[in-house]
């Protein structure tokens, strides 16, 4: 048990270490910082920031492994970044309108539905297997690199490009085109690998979807 927990401990040290000073980023949302104050006794100082210039502190930031953070009402999630092993995130019910967790390559799990976000950076997230972002505002979603997603959910949004070209393990599909001011259908492009082209096919994703253009590389 204390190998485990020494080889835990100095993967998470690894983890920290790895990152240059200027890759750490600041937290800037009071809610988000009291939150990780009250939930993972991470320290803020007299002023109400978050010091990543402490060693402990950073180290107990890379010991988080689950985040929930539905309607907390929080406006930037700045800073996740620095929670390198962070497997699940939902921040469903928030007032985000942009999320960047590109960093976090231990990312599995990640819930941003009811918000209002017009961009999402998940590419890099290789471990990355359920995205859930309904309900927002989003105009083009790239999944780049995001080889283990099996379950998309990007219902109403305003997606014009979806590219998954590297999700070729997906089982999961859930999109729809939007209309415009004019509630005009618009064109929905997708793009992916041929790997995907047969159960594109199989599932009829596209079937009930006249103004899906699917792109297959």
Not at 143 to 154: F, G, S
Request: glycine share 4%.
């Amino acid at each position: 048990m204390a190998h485990k927990l020494f080889i835990a401990g100095l993967i998470i040290f690894c983890l920290v270490s790895c990152k240059s000073e200027s890759e750490w980023e600041e937290f800037d949302d009071p809610i988000f910082i009291t939150y990780l104050h009250d939930h993972y006794d991470i320290p803020i100082t007299e002023n109400g920031h978050i010091d990543l210039n402490d060693e402990t502190t950073l180290r107990a930031l890379g010991e988080i492994k689950s985040l929930n953070l539905d309607e907390v009402q929080c406006i930037s999630l700045t800073g996740i970044n620095n929670l390198v092993s962070l497997t699940r995130l939902s921040c469903n019910g928030n007032r985000l309108t942009s999320l960047d967790v590109s960093y976090l390559r231990n990312l599995r799990q990640f819930y941003c539905s009811n918000n209002y976000l017009k961009t999402i950076n998940a590419s890099g997230c290789a471990n990355l297997g359920i995205l859930c972002c309904s309900n927002n505002q989003i105009q083009n979603l790239k999944l780049r690199e995001c080889t283990e997603m099996i379950h998309i959910d990007c219902r109403n949004n305003r997606i014009k490009e979806l590219d998954m070209r590297d999700c070729n393990k997906l089982n999961i599909l859930y999109f729809d085109p939007q209309t415009d001011n004019e509630n005009n259908i618009q064109e929905l492009t997708i793009l992916m690998s041929l790997e995907l082209k047969k159960r594109w096919e199989n599932e009829g994703w596209g079937k009930q979807n006249p103004n899906v253009i699917a792109i297959f590389f």
